[in-house]
């Protein structure tokens, strides 16, 4: 019988929230604005002032590609599903569509101002939806390319500005956040307004955000405080307009910090705000909102934060300051205790006095029956070529009724990039 992970995390996982801050990430003095993860946390997508784009191997902490993908500033990026392709935004106007393998791009799409977000459906990999500077949000379908504008006549809408948006978890519904404070709802599908909630406040929405696991939505507003809905209590408000008092408020009540960006962790037990004028991390917990830990950069003024994200299976932060990615963890102790009961660290070394028969392929001194238990006679096959599918995703996060892809070099998930190794003398 399979068992969830999100059980084994919740009940095994122990502590789950990064501690300390490990180290940086080499861009080759690249000055970096904008990082995503793909789905698995194998990969990292870090875009640059410049143009470029760097993808960086989670796991070596190298980068294995990098490509010119604009002429200004990268300002979004988004990884595909199945994690063969990335969407780059920037503030040229362009939103561009790339194989990560190859570098290549697949789809350019031109919008009439600065690009402020772009995502990929969660479920759809032919699908985004781009919201630029002064416009209604589109979803865009790359093949054939298609269009069409996310927005309603709604009276009550005349007045707003859209100002972020996001796909659900499911990618069912565009979730979108007003300069007057209002959420607004349409489905994906047939593009209908389902519902507009006004906030308790008329300022501005800055992100909204949707976790991979539970279902619900994060506010960050103007007025400097982070709020929780309930995307089902939210979508039963329908069209009237009606005000809906969040699930849970967040805010810093000393410094009165505006939150730059925010992100949710990997299980959803834990809410992460990021300060904007300086490098500086809030954690709560989730289940009663307390305030667990405050993460400060090198700096303790001046640090300019730009992004933050937490990676989907694993208790690491990523942070974009003045240009740099800095990598937040848990704090590493050893405990020697853990290898066995009768373990002792030993000051210097000592010669192992051997017992007898402790390294023999087989126990002369056992009897014939015990040999005989222990030899079943069969050799177990292990298959070191073929690849298997991705047992350890988030359950909840892979679609109904359907076994998880098994990759090949063309199709399934991407859950590493190849690297050819650099041979001094190929002869």
Same mark, same amino acid.
């Given at each position: 019988?399979?068992?969830?992970?999100?059980?084994?995390?919740?009940?095994?996982?122990?502590?789950?929230?990064?501690?300390?801050?490990?180290?940086?990430?080499?861009?080759?003095?690249?000055?970096? =604005? !904008? !990082? %995503? &993860?793909?789905?698995?946390?194998?990969?990292?997508?870090?875009?640059?002032?410049?143009?470029?784009?760097?993808?960086?191997? &989670?796991?070596?902490?190298?980068?294995?590609?990098?490509?010119?993908?604009?002429? *200004?500033?990268?300002?979004?990026?988004?990884?595909? %599903?199945?994690?063969?392709?990335? $969407?780059?935004?920037?503030?040229?106007?362009? !939103?561009?569509?790339?194989?990560?393998?190859?570098?290549?791009? @697949? !789809?350019?799409?031109?919008?009439?101002?600065?690009?402020?977000?772009?995502?990929?459906?969660?479920?759809?990999? =032919?699908?985004? $939806?781009?919201?630029?500077?002064?416009?209604?949000?589109?979803?865009?379908?790359?093949?054939?390319?298609?269009?069409?504008?996310?927005?309603?006549?709604?009276?009550?809408?005349?007045?707003? =500005?859209?100002?972020?948006?996001?796909?659900?978890?499911?990618?069912?519904?565009?979730?979108?956040?007003?300069? /007057?404070? %209002?959420?607004?709802?349409?489905?994906?599908?047939?593009?209908?307004?389902?519902?507009?909630? /006004?906030?308790?406040?008329?300022?501005?929405?800055?992100? #909204?955000? +949707?976790?991979?696991?539970?279902?619900?939505?994060?506010?960050?507003?103007?007025?400097?405080?982070?709020?929780?809905?309930?995307?089902?209590? $939210? #979508?039963?408000?329908?069209?009237?307009?009606?005000?809906?008092?969040?699930?849970?408020?967040?805010?810093?009540?000393?410094?009165?910090?505006?939150? /730059?960006?925010?992100?949710?962790?990997?299980?959803?037990?834990?809410?992460?705000?990021?300060?904007?004028?300086?490098?500086?991390?809030? @954690?709560?917990?989730?289940?009663?909102?307390?305030?667990?830990?405050?993460?400060?950069?090198?700096?303790?003024?001046?640090?300019?934060?730009?992004?933050?994200?937490?990676?989907?299976?694993?208790?690491?932060?990523?942070?974009?300051? =003045?240009?740099?990615?800095?990598?937040?963890?848990?704090?590493?102790?050893?405990?020697?205790?853990?290898?066995?009961?009768?373990?002792?660290?030993?000051?210097?070394? *000592?010669?192992?006095?051997?017992?007898?028969?402790?390294?023999?392929?087989?126990?002369?001194? +056992?009897?014939?029956?015990? /040999?005989?238990?222990?030899?079943?006679?069969?050799?177990?096959?292990?298959?070191?070529?073929?690849?298997? +599918?991705?047992?350890?995703?988030?359950?909840?996060?892979?679609?109904?009724?359907?076994?998880?892809?098994?990759?090949?070099?063309?199709?399934?998930?991407?859950?590493?990039?190849?690297?050819?190794?650099?041979?001094?003398?190929?002869?």
């Amino acid at each position: 019988q399979m068992i969830s992970s999100e059980l084994l995390d919740k009940n095994f996982g122990g502590e789950r929230c990064p501690e300390e801050l490990e180290d940086t990430l080499d861009l080759q003095s690249a000055n970096v =604005n !904008c !990082c %995503r &993860f793909n789905r698995w946390g194998t990969l990292v997508a870090v875009g640059a002032t410049d143009g470029r784009v760097f993808i960086i191997d &989670f796991l070596t902490r190298g980068v294995v590609k990098q490509f010119s993908a604009h002429v *200004a500033p990268v300002s979004t990026l988004s990884w595909s %599903r199945d994690g063969r392709s990335l $969407l780059t935004g920037s503030v040229d106007l362009t !939103c561009v569509v790339w194989s990560v393998l190859t570098g290549q791009s @697949i !789809c350019r799409l031109k919008f009439p101002g600065a690009i402020l977000s772009g995502q990929f459906n969660p479920r759809d990999d =032919n699908q985004l $939806l781009v919201l630029s500077n002064g416009q209604h949000p589109t979803l865009e379908w790359i093949k054939p390319q298609e269009s069409k504008v996310v927005a309603s006549s709604n009276p009550l809408l005349q007045e707003d =500005n859209v100002s972020c948006t996001a796909y659900d978890r499911r990618g069912k519904y565009v979730l979108t956040g007003t300069s /007057k404070g %209002r959420i607004v709802i349409y489905d994906v599908e047939t593009q209908q307004l389902l519902s507009i909630v /006004k906030q308790n406040s008329a300022q501005q929405i800055r992100n #909204i955000v +949707a976790p991979r696991r539970g279902c619900f939505i994060l506010t960050n507003s103007q007025d400097r405080v982070i709020r929780r809905y309930d995307l089902d209590e $939210l #979508i039963k408000v329908g069209t009237r307009g009606n005000t809906i008092e969040p699930v849970q408020k967040l805010s810093d009540i000393v410094n009165k910090a505006a939150w /730059k960006s925010v992100c949710c962790s990997y299980d959803g037990e834990y809410i992460c705000g990021a300060s904007t004028k300086s490098h500086a991390l809030y @954690i709560w917990e989730r289940t009663n909102g307390s305030l667990i830990k405050i993460l400060h950069g090198t700096k303790s003024q001046g640090e300019a934060l730009s992004d933050v994200q937490w990676h989907p299976t694993r208790s690491v932060i990523l942070s974009v300051a =003045n240009g740099i990615v800095s990598v937040w963890t848990q704090a590493h102790v050893e405990n020697w205790s853990a290898f066995a009961p009768e373990f002792t660290e030993l000051e210097e070394n *000592a010669k192992y006095a051997e017992k007898e028969g402790e390294f023999d392929v087989e126990d002369e001194d +056992a009897s014939e029956e015990e /040999k005989d238990d222990d030899d079943d006679g069969e050799d177990v096959e292990i298959d070191v070529v073929n690849l298997k +599918a991705d047992e350890m995703g988030c359950s909840s996060d892979e679609e109904d009724n359907r076994l998880p892809t098994v990759p090949t070099a063309t199709t399934g998930p991407l859950w590493f990039i190849p690297v050819t190794p650099e041979i001094e003398n190929p002869e």
